[in-house]
């Protein structure tokens, strides 16, 4: 499994993540179905902080993931 989230990227997802939790847990006048969306869409994007990895991105062979290069 390699790593293809990048630190943007991950800062990113937090804050989104931050404001999905935000209108599912303290229930911001939504829809039941849009709160349930939005916590199993918080859950994921949670997984993918932790570890860099994204499913969706391997499947479509994307990376956000800046690659080191190095100079000799």
């Known amino acids: 499994m390699k790593k293809n989230v990048g630190i943007t990227d991950r800062i990113i997802r937090f804050v989104?993540?931050?404001?999905?939790l935000g209108m599912s847990l303290w229930?911001?006048?939504?829809p039941a179905w849009f709160t349930n969306f939005s916590f199993i869409l918080s859950i994921y994007l949670i997984i993918t902080i932790i570890f860099g990895y994204s499913p969706l991105y391997h499947i479509f062979d994307f990376?956000?993931?800046?690659?080191?290069i190095k100079a000799d």
């Open 16 to 20: 989104f993540m931050d404001l999905l």
């Open 27 to 30: 229930g911001m006048n939504v």
């Open 63 to 68: 990376s956000t993931k800046e690659d080191k």
